[in-house]
Every structure is written in structure tokens, then in C-alpha cells.
């Protein structure tokens, strides 16, 4: 069914490839249909845009006699980054070999907590969003922007407040989930003398004989406090060992498609960011959805936050062009070749590297 949505995609939009570009649509159930796609699309369709599936349900075995009826909703979701039953290192090599910027249209309703069977709007809101903070988490704990650090990837659809979030929320946790803080808070570092005396002067005599049967620790899991996990440090894969990587491993390769009136697109142009870090924001619009009653609002809507004094007119132009440029045509330099925008965006590219490094 993908194959020939992807075929008639390329054939409907043959004749206005000045203007516009279909994107395939690569499978990700595993990563060698994925990989066969991909070679397909870009090598016999011509294709310069992937939108890649993540997000979605894998079942997983329930016990014996249990109702199917049952069974259908004992499931995990593809997080593609981390926890995967699947090593997807080969198709982010696969998009590097074929210049293609991997992006993310995966949704959230219909499970977790959108699933109201009465209320279109309360599965709506922030469904996207919810979708691509896994995707995007998982490809960043899981290094996937460590050990390909030349990729770009986009989410689409959810704004880029969420993102903004995220970026602040990642480092706030390696400060404490990270090697050095999870060292910190070793229980094995625990002075359980010092805990026993406490409880024996201070707590409760339930308390104090409980301890003194664990000799001093807290937790009935004494011999193995952590668990059983290999490895405590959750950002291990990330190697992160400067403030610098954060820049490196999720501002500069992760950008966020947004609607033209959401008035979160602005974080993404403050200084509230760590590290001063401006978020790509790219001016994306559903135009001929319901959310769209008139195609000519869009662009005005977006361009008031220049009106309102929020963001600057060098913003604005980052956000409606330059950062689809550096998205699509870092990945691949010829992506603008032959189209209306040619001569652009090849002055973008010219310039992105010196601009980045002044940033």
C-alpha cells in the first residue's frame, strides 16, 4: 500500500516539481523495509522528502487464555531511538547515504490519555506534540544524534513549544540523572550507621527493628538496590561532556514544524532557551485542513509576532525560510536544484555555516 501511495504521490506532482515536492512515506516496522523504500523512492521516484513512521504499536505476547478482545490492547509503541527490538542505526545510514533529513508526522490520539469516545477537541490538542516528545526523546538517549551527528531531523505538526521544553527539561535531568549525579545519589554510598542512630533517636521503634534486620538499608532489595540495570546513567549513549553537546546533539540537528497562529512558536527566538540556543522553528501550515478556513491567513497570522514585537523580522525570515533551507539542504545540497527558490537558497547555504558558528 505504501509503495503505491508513494508511486502515484511521485506521478501527481511530476509536473510541479519547481514548486513542490512530494514526501514518501517510509515504513518503519523494521528496519530493512524501511531501507527498501528509501532506495526506492529516492533512487526510482526521485523522491527528496521521507516521512518516516514512529509512534506506532507493537504488540507484545499476552498469557495464555487471555481474551483476544483483550489482548489487542497489551502493546508498546515504537520509540525507534530506544528500547527497540530493532537496531535502526542502519537506516539513519541508509538517509546519510541518500541525503535525506529523516521527519516524524506520528500522532497520539486514540490511546494514553486521548482516548475520549464523546470529545473530537480534548483527543486533538497536543497530540502531535505528545507523539514527537517520544520520538525525539528516544533518538536522543538513545545517541542516535551522538553517532550521527551530520543528520537532521524534523517533527512536524506539534509547534516547537514542546521542544523548547524538552531541551531545558533533558539537561535539568542529566544534572541528576546523568553520570555524575547518578554517582551522587548512590545508594551504596549510604551511611547506614549514621541512618540507624537517627531512626534509633528520632523514628519510630517499627522503623528502627526493620532496619536492623536489613542491617541499616532502607530497602528490602539490599543486594541489588539499583534494580538489575546495567547501566544507571541514562544519558550514557549521549556522551555528553561539555555544555557545548547539548547545542550539538539536539539544537542544531532537531527542528519543529509549526502552525502559522501558535503563539508558542516564539520560544523558539527567545533567550529563555539554555544556553542562549535558538530552536528550529519551521513555518508549516494545514492548509486545506478544517484549521484552515482561508488559505490567505496563514502567512499574516504568522508574521504578527513581528507585528506584536515578539519576534524579530531576521526571525521571521528563519522561521518562514531560512531554517526549511538549512533542514532540507544541508542534508542535501542539490534538494533546491531546479526550483523556484534556487537561487535562495543556495545563498542560505553559502552563508549557514558561518552564521551557525557565530550563534
Excluded at 497536543?126 to 526523546?137: E, S
Excluded at 536489613?214 to 540495570?229: C, L, N, Y
Excluded at 547545542?247 to 539554555?274: I, W
Excluded at 528550529?280 to 494545514?286: E, G, K, R, V, Y
Amino acid at each position: 500500500m505504501i509503495r503505491g501511495f508513494n508511486i502515484v504521490s511521485a506521478d501527481y506532482f511530476a509536473k510541479l516539481s519547481d514548486r513542490l515536492t512530494p514526501a514518501a512515506v517510509i515504513p518503519m516496522h523494521t528496519p530493512d523495509e524501511a531501507i527498501a523504500e528509501l532506495e526506492y523512492a529516492t533512487k526510482q521516484l526521485g523522491a527528496k522528502v521521507g516521512m518516516f513512521g514512529g509512534g506506532f504499536p507493537r504488540g507484545v505476547p499476552v498469557a495464555d487464555g487471555v481474551d483476544p478482545a483483550v489482548g489487542r490492547f497489551a502493546v508498546n509503541y515504537e520509540r525507534i531511538g530506544l528500547d527497540s527490538d530493532h537496531n535502526y542505526d542502519p537506516v539513519w545510514q541508509k538517509c546519510r547515504e541518500l541525503g535525506i533529513a529523516p521527519t516524524f508526522h506520528a500522532g497520539g490520539r486514540g490511546f494514553g490519555l486521548r482516548n475520549s469516545p464523546s470529545n473530537f477537541t480534548f483527543n486533538h490538542v497536543g497530540h502531535f506534540a505528545a507523539a514527537g516528545h517520544a520520538l525525539a526523546k528516544g533518538l536522543f538517549l538513545g545517541g542516535v544524534t551522538r553517532r550521527f551527528p551530520d543528520l537532521r531531523f524534523a517533527f512536524l505538526e506539534g509547534g516547537v513549544g514542546w521542544g523548547c521544553q524538552l531541551f531545558a527539561d533533558l539537561i535539568e535531568h542529566w544534572e541528576r540523572r546523568g553520570a555524575k549525579g547518578i554517582a551522587y545519589m548512590d545508594p551504596k554510598k549510604l551511611d547506614r550507621a549514621m541512618l540507624k542512630s537517627l531512626v534509633d533517636k528520632y523514628g519510630y521503634d517499627d522503623i528502627a527493628a526493620e532496619l536492623t534486620k536489613r542491617d541499616g538499608w532502607p530497602s528490602a532489595e539490599e543486594d541489588e538496590p539499583t534494580g538489575g540495570v546495567p547501566v544507571l546513567d541514562d544519558f550514557a549513549a549521549c556522551n555528553i561532556t561539555r555544555k557545548e553537546d547539548w547545542v550539538d546533539l539536539y539544537a542544531k540537528p532537531y527542528y519543529f514544524g509549526c502552525e502559522a497562529d501558535d503563539r508558542m512558536n516564539v520560544t523558539a527566538f527567545g533567550r529563555a532557551n539554555p544556553f542562549g540556543a535558538r530552536i528550529n522553528a519551521i513555518f508549516s501550515s494545514d492548509i486545506g485542513h478544517f484549521d484552515v478556513p482561508n488559505m490567505l491567513n496563514p502567512v499574516p497570522q504568522a508574521y504578527e509576532l513581528v507585528e506584536d514585537e515578539l519576534i524579530t523580522a531576521d526571525d521571521f525570515r528563519d522561521f518562514t525560510f531560512a531554517n526549511a533551507v538549512r533542514l532540507w539542504g544541508t542534508q542535501n545540497p542539490r534538494f533546491f536544484e531546479g526550483t523556484a527558490v534556487a537561487k535562495a537558497a543556495a545563498a542560505e547555504l553559502a552563508v549557514a555555516p558561518a552564521r551557525a558558528a557565530a550563534e
